[in-house]
Every structure is written in C-alpha cells, then in structure tokens.
C-alpha cells in the first residue's frame, strides 16, 4: 500500500503539462513578480520589527530620564532648605526672617508643582465629597450643616483634574439634643 501511493506521487510529480508560449511567459513573470513582493514582504517585516525595537528603546530612554525637569526644579529648593538649614545651625537669631526664608521656599515649591498640573482640593466648609475627601472623623456641631467639611487635616491633590491624593478631614454632623 504505501509503494503504490509513493508511485502515486512520483507520477503526479513527473506530469507534464503543455501550455503555450505566451501563457507560460506570463506565469513566469507573475512567478517572478510574487517573488519580488516576497521580498519586500520580509525586508519590510524587518524594518517593522527594528522600528519596534528602536521605539521600545526610546521609550525606557524616556521613561528613565522624564522626570528630570521636575528634578532640576527641585534641586533649586533643595539648595534653599541647604542654606536655611546652614543659617539655623549657626544660631542666627532672627527667627522673622529664617521664618520667611521658610515660606519663599515653600511658595516657590507650590508655584513649581501647580506648573506640573498640581492644584490642592478645596475642601474646609465644602460639603463632603467621597470622591475627593477622606472622612477620618465626625463631629457633632449646629455651626456647618450635615456633612460639611469642618476640618482639614491633610490637604488632598489633584493632578490635572485628577484626584492623587484625598484631602483626609473631619466632617459634620447633626447634634443630638
């Protein structure tokens, strides 16, 4: 059984087939053409996946050093708290201006961070939003309506609209005379 099928395929693999001269022309200029175009299918596979390679790499690259102006930035106010920390441990005894020295650097780390997209969550005396406030207490009081932000006791954040911190607050509630 298995020579007769291997004669088979020796047979249908010496048929010959007579087509005319035109004709075969043709076939072997479509023959060449669908070799050209596999080709260029591989080269261009090729250049796909060394441009694919090549973005991968600029992107760790990017990743790695995107936060270098930030950086750059906070290494200004780095420098300052140095120099206020210099000016305190020589027991320089006017406290006024080491206390606004102390507040320039922290207004010019606000004004840094609300560039970058920072902006802090309004929330003493707003009504108690879940999405951008983190009830730690609750206070019984007639002086702010039910669930009226009282107190805030860590400011919360977001980052161009979008909450990365919660403010952390005490909430109102009513008495119960």
């Known amino acids: 059984m298995q020579k007769e099928k291997l004669e088979k395929d020796n047979k249908e693999q010496q048929e010959v087939v007579s087509v005319k001269k035109a004709e075969y022309i043709k076939l072997k200029e479509e023959a060449d053409k669908a070799s050209q175009y596999w080709e260029r299918i591989l080269r261009l596979q090729a250049e796909f996946e060394n441009t ?41 005894q006017d406290f006024p201006a080491f206390l606004k020295g102390i507040e320039m650097i922290m207004a010019h780390l606000y004004e840094m961070l609300k560039n970058y ?18 009830a730690l207490l609750q206070v019984e009081t007639d002086a702010f309506p039910e669930n009226t932000v009282v107190e805030e006791l860590q400011k919360g954040y977001l980052l161009n609209d979008k909450v990365i911190r919660t403010a952390k607050v005490k909430v109102s509630k009513k008495s119960q005379n």
């Open 52 to 92: 694919r390679k090549r973005l991968e790499r600029e992107k760790q690259e990017y990743i790695k050093f995107a936060n270098e102006g930030i950086i750059l930035e906070l290494l200004n106010i780095l420098d300052d708290l140095e120099r206020s920390i210099e000016l305190a441990q020589t027991k320089h």
């Open 117 to 134: 997209g920072l902006k802090p969550i309004e929330a003493k005396g707003k009504p108690f939003d879940p999405h951008y406030h983190e």
